[in-house]
């Protein structure tokens, strides 16, 4: 086998670059993460604390959310929560997005499987069983709620600010898909205060 040594430099080259931003970043995590400081965390933990409220009626079947019946098996998505739930161990804004897009990416996973049943085995599939944007944003807000990470908005706040400029295409959508989802949530927070 004849290994290019041009994609092999290029992949060295991006993970130079990889490690390079992970050890920027953790030099200067708490300037960056929380620039606003106390008043930042407090707003944090007050939407935190709005979400742990929320959670006790956040139901499947939520005016606000309805989830589709033929994915109600597969909640609450503990798998894409699982992804949510490493957004603290990361500190650099694309470990973070990895998280994040991770979580989305494996909701569509689960979502395709719900949707198909078994013809996913066997390899067959059917247009209509093919989940789509309305089927993934109620699945996402709903695993949001129920997952609940820390410092979601400081999260999505310094992800917007130092965001790859190279972030495109599928990984764009699912991160304008969280990003709409959050804002979603906020404003099913506004209406129950």
Same mark, same amino acid.
């Given at each position: 086998?004849?290994?290019?040594?041009?994609s092999? &430099? =290029?992949e060295?080259l991006?993970?130079?670059?990889? @490690?390079? =931003?992970?050890?920027?970043? $953790?030099? *200067?995590?708490?300037?960056?993460?929380l620039?606003?400081? %106390?008043?930042?965390?407090?707003?944090d933990?007050?939407?935190? =604390?709005? *979400?742990? %409220?929320l959670?006790?009626?956040?139901?499947?079947?939520? /005016?606000?959310?309805?989830?589709?019946?033929? !994915?109600?098996?597969e909640?609450?998505w503990?798998?894409?929560? !699982?992804?949510?739930?490493? #957004?603290?161990?990361?500190?650099?804004? +694309?470990?973070?997005?990895? $998280?994040?897009?991770?979580c989305?990416?494996?909701?569509?996973? #689960?979502?395709?499987?719900?949707?198909?049943? @078994?013809?996913? @085995?066997?390899g067959?599939?059917?247009?209509? +069983?093919?989940? &789509?944007?309305?089927?993934?944003? /109620?699945?996402?807000? !709903?695993?949001?709620?129920? $997952?609940?990470?820390?410092?979601l *908005?400081?999260?999505? %706040?310094?992800?917007?600010?130092?965001?790859?400029?190279?972030?495109?295409?599928?990984?764009?959508?699912?991160?304008m898909?969280?990003s709409?989802?959050? %804002?979603?949530i906020?404003?099913?927070?506004?209406?129950?205060?």
């Amino acid at each position: 086998a004849v290994v290019s040594t041009q994609s092999t &430099g =290029e992949e060295h080259l991006k993970e130079v670059m990889r @490690l390079a =931003e992970v050890s920027f970043f $953790c030099l *200067l995590f708490n300037n960056a993460f929380l620039p606003n400081g %106390e008043a930042q965390l407090q707003k944090d933990m007050m939407f935190r =604390e709005r *979400l742990t %409220e929320l959670q006790s009626i956040a139901t499947l079947d939520h /005016p606000d959310i309805q989830v589709p019946a033929r !994915y109600h098996r597969e909640a609450p998505w503990t798998p894409a929560q !699982y992804h949510l739930n490493l #957004l603290p161990a990361f500190k650099s804004p +694309s470990g973070k997005l990895s $998280c994040i897009l991770s979580c989305v990416f494996t909701i569509f996973k #689960l979502l395709f499987i719900g949707a198909s049943g @078994l013809t996913v @085995l066997d390899g067959t599939t059917d247009e209509s +069983s093919v989940p &789509g944007a309305d089927d993934l944003m /109620p699945v996402l807000i !709903y695993t949001i709620i129920h $997952c609940n990470p820390p410092n979601l *908005l400081s999260t999505i %706040e310094y992800i917007n600010c130092f965001l790859p400029r190279n972030i495109s295409g599928q990984d764009q959508y699912m991160w304008m898909q969280f990003s709409g989802a959050v %804002e979603f949530i906020k404003t099913m927070l506004q209406r129950s205060t």
